[in-house]
């Protein structure tokens, strides 16, 4: 089976500094990666996922993801955060041949970017 | 507008009794999800549904039971012999079929505690 890491269970960030979040996943076959995010008191929505091609996936408000296939890894970036952006984001993947469409997530990153 | 509704958002127990959560979705998607969310430890599945009338477990399915009756309708019971209830419930749903798909749509949740 498969499992997820994300390894920065809290981040605080200034307005306008950079963000990666790390996202390591244990699977040897293919995968299907995503991230989703959640906003104080709204419900879980997709920022981004990859299924093939172009290992460097954009999503919405700014962030992109990188898909390292050699580190088993779908980091999550963004060049300049927002107040706004303050949420947790979760990582999560699929096997692809898993037919049931099951994601497993990690255990979520808290951001909190200040003013 | 389409999407997944739960009921209710709020919901106190006391400990030996069951409870009925509520999903109900409009996307005519074929397979629906029941995750746990708890602090720090992410998303985890509870049960799952690909087809009306068929339902598999997740990976903490113990305490916890489902039914399919219904393409929209996919109800989570959490029963008096799961030992640690409170929580945070999600819904989800997706189109079943297909090697790159597993995007989820998640309903806002609902967050049962037991007195």
């Known amino acids: 089976a498969q499992s997820v890491s994300q390894h920065n269970h809290h981040v605080i960030l200034s307005e306008a500094a950079s963000l990666e979040l790390g996202c390591n996943y244990s699977y040897g076959g293919t995968v299907n990666l995503f991230w989703y995010v959640q906003y104080p008191g709204q419900h879980l929505q997709l920022l981004l996922k990859?299924?093939?091609?172009?290992?460097l996936v954009k999503g919405i408000k700014g962030f992109e993801a990188e898909f390292i296939k050699s580190k088993f890894s779908f980091n999550l970036r963004k060049p300049s955060v927002q107040w706004s952006d303050t949420a947790e984001y979760f990582c999560a993947v699929k096997a692809v041949e898993n037919a049931g469409n099951m994601l497993t997530f990690g255990g979520g990153t808290r951001l909190m970017v200040k003013p | 507008d389409g999407g997944i509704t739960q009921s209710p958002k709020y919901l106190f127990r006391k400990e030996g009794q069951n409870v009925t959560l509520s999903c109900e979705q409009n996307?005519?998607?074929?397979?629906m999800y029941w995750y746990r969310q708890d602090p720090g430890q992410g998303l985890r599945l509870i049960y799952y549904?690909?087809?009306?009338?068929?339902?598999q477990k997740g990976d903490i399915a113990e305490g916890y039971s489902v039914s399919r009756e219904k393409k929209e309708s996919f109800p989570l019971t959490v029963t008096s012999a799961q030992k640690n209830p409170t929580a945070f419930y999600l819904c989800a749903s997706t189109h079943r079929q297909g090697r790159n798909t597993g995007e989820l749509f998640f309903g806002e949740g609902s967050r049962l505690t037991v007195l």
């Open positions: 990859y299924f093939s091609g172009d290992p």
């Open positions: 549904s690909q087809i009306v009338n068929d339902f």
């Open positions: 996307l005519n998607h074929d397979a």
